[in-house]
């Protein structure tokens, strides 16, 4: 791909400057003129040619820019990031025009055409997306079949949640030694009770509400919430017990771990819903949801203790012979000495973990938890609005897209800043 | 003696806690059959299946046994999987190695493919392709032909179908020759360790692949027909497209899904395998006096395969596994047919759900023996 224009260059920088600039420019304001306004400055030329037209226009005035140095800051910036060569200069221009070329499309049917007023069906009249649908639909995305007049128990029993969560960055001095105990054991059970007696209601005047009709992306995140809270203390246990020097404990965690690891979550899920209840004493009921959770926790748990196992084999034997010499036991040795570098360590895994945890939970929609998966086949084959599946799941993939990205964000931060304290 | 009783009492323990669990499972287990009256057995397997499959490899109907529906389910997770391996490597190392591009469009937008994929979670996109992207193509009546032979329709993709005429010839002749290029790629090995001599292995192996297939054609009695989906009248309003290979929705949707999702954690295996490398390997290697193409071929592409291989194995794995999903759209894999209609036909939960997790538990440790016998293989052997 080494095609020579040197010889049509003049010697005259200005000169190739302009001509380059100009030529650049044409192929780019054709390219717009084409599909923002649908006029087509080239149509005189024959069939394929005008559609190519801007390419080897773009591409010529590209090679005229082409030079060392020309003491223009624009040019000299083009030149080093995106005019390298010719293939380089190429590839550009065919990234530049598909944007183009896929901007006013997305654009008019996201915005430009697009309905968002009314309450029925009738009111997307234009050929663009009808975000009436998600604006009526909104509340059932978010709350499942959750009572409507009881949505702020919802509400209130998150802001408690995570009010309860930031809790530990509040404490004094001298509580804060206890702050691994309140993160593993008091905050999920307060959690738990929490959401029991907030969502589910049941007693304190509050009318009782079926784990069936919850739902949306409520759901997903009760569901990752307490999947998360479980599964980091057992994922460290059991990478504690594969490190372990004790044939039984590490057999029997090397099992769990390789099982869990290679079957899908779906399988996991079918398990629960349909094996479990077999293996569970006859007049013990429990509910669907405690079942799912358990399957996704005991499931999350063997990836977990992976990465934790990582962190415990990354430190130095040092650490492990120091602590020793001073006559620290197995427990005391882990709990004062390794884990706190090892989980130091493994954050960015653990966070990772955690992102794969958030982006599994729609998969519960499979056995029949509507979650907003759920939410969205159930909205789209509703005989009143009918043919909008489009705008459902790209509502549903802007929220995803919105928590994950910010979860790995956030996880690639915490990642950079744990990398310079070594 | 104290020492002992500390190793043996966390062991006992475990050991004690595992079966008491198991114990306590299979009890529940044993009376709640009993209860049912549900015998545990795999018996059921050789009776007939009675259910349809829309899409099958291999020749099935509903008078096959369950045993016969287990094998076809399972060939079509693998077809799934297969291709999304082949497209997600493609495009895998595509985006790598346009995010390591100095073009700062091309780095970017590869950035921007991986982000955008990447934080999706797979059931939406499975989603979105099924009941949405490929809910808006046109009927048969209406389709445009791709490529002038092939029908991309609401319906499914409509390809020519490939028909042979002593097929066993040409798969001979096409073994042949690959058998002779290991042979050739072993000698020019010693060749080179001998004498220092390369022997240009790509060109002979591309001619002799296309070669000896070839004279098949015209010596060995082979033919290859093509027979090209037409266009057929139903009703008056319903049409369909004949002959050929017809591609369900479902298996489009699932494999465009899992390869663009997957696809974006290969290129971040790629990037990191083509990043891992020092430059002080290149500059050595051109100090030596290899050409550029030497250079990547003997000097940096051994060590970042290295790098690469393991952590994309494990995409794969993962991808295998991600197939299951086929489930939520109704495409016919091992989940699908095995744990949804076979168990809600005969009601055997347990064994049902066991030989599922079991065969997908089978391929995961395979693999995963056969990636740790390779990183044994390549693992820098320090002195």
Known sequence: MKISLSQIKSNNYITNIYLGTFLFSLSIFDVFLYSFLNINITSFLPGNLSLFFPLIIGFIGLSFLRMEYSGIKIIDNLNKHINTSNFNALLTLIIIFALLKALPPALSWMVLDANISGDTKQACTGTGACWTYIKVWFKRFMYGMYPNEMHWRINSAFILVIALGFAGYFFKENLKKYLALYYVVIYPIIAFLIIYYLISGGSFGLVWVETGAWGGLSLTFIVSFFCLIFCFPLGMILALGRRSNLPAVRYTSICYIEFWRGVPLITVLFMSSVMFPMFLPEDFFMDKLVRVIIAITLFEAAYCAEVIRGGLQALPRGQYDAAKSLGMGYWKMHIFVILPQALKLVIPGIANTFLALVKDTPLIFVVGLAEIAGMLALAKTNPKWLGFAMEGYIFAAIIFWIICYAMSKYSYNLEQKYKTER | ?383
């Open chain 2, 1 to 383: 003696m104290n020492n002992k009783i500390k190793r043996y009492i966390p062991q006992i323990l475990t050991i004690l806690f595992v079966v008491l669990i198991f114990g306590f499972f299979t009890i529940n287990a044993q009376v709640n059959m009993d209860n049912r009256g549900i015998d545990f057995g795999f018996g059921f397997l050789k009776q007939e299946a009675s259910f349809d499959m829309q899409f099958t490899l291999l020749d099935y109907d509903g008078q096959d046994s369950y045993m016969w529906a287990y094998v076809v389910a399972l060939l079509n997770t693998l077809l799934v999987s297969f291709l999304g391996i082949i497209f997600c490597t493609i495009l895998g190392v595509i985006i790598g190695v346009a995010r390591l591009s100095g073009n700062f469009l091309i780095r970017n937008s590869a950035a921007w493919y991986v982000e955008f994929f990447r934080n999706i979670p797979l059931l939406l996109q499975i989603f979105f392709w099924y009941y949405a992207a490929l809910r808006a193509l046109p009927l048969p009546e209406k389709a445009e032909p791709w490529f002038g032979v092939t029908y991309m329709t609401i319906k499914g993709y409509y390809i020519p179908s490939m028909i042979w005429e002593n097929l066993s010839v040409f798969m001979s002749c096409l073994l042949a020759s690959i058998i002779s290029i290991i042979f050739i790629k072993i000698y020019a090995k010693k060749i080179q360790e001998k004498e220092g001599k390369q022997l240009p292995v790509l060109y002979i192996s591309l001619g002799l692949i296309t070669i000896l297939p070839l004279l098949s054609f015209l010596f060995g009695g082979v033919t290859l027909d093509f027979e090209i989906p037409v266009l057929k009248q139903l009703a008056k309003t319903s049409f369909i497209f004949e002959g050929g290979i017809r591609l369900p929705p479902e298996l489009i949707a699932l494999v465009l899904a899992l390869s663009l999702y997957t696809s974006t954690f290969v290129a971040e295996c790629v990037r990191a395998g083509i990043q891992g490398i020092s430059k002080g390997q290149k500059e050595a290697a051109a100090s030596v006096g290899l050409n550029p193409n030497q250079i990547l071929k003997l000097v940096i592409m051994p060590q970042a395969l290295r790098i690469i291989i393991p952590p994309t194995t494990n995409q794969y794995l993962n991808l295998t596994k991600n197939s299951s999903l086929a489930a939520a759209i109704a495409y016919p894999d091992l989940v699908l047919v095995f744990a949804g209609t076979a168990l809600m036909q005969t009601g055997k939960a347990i064994e049902i759900v066991g030989i599922t997790m079991l065969t997908y538990l089978t391929i995961s440790l395979s693999i995963a023996a056969l990636m740790n016998w390779y990183n044994k293989r390549i693992e820098i052997k320090e002195k």
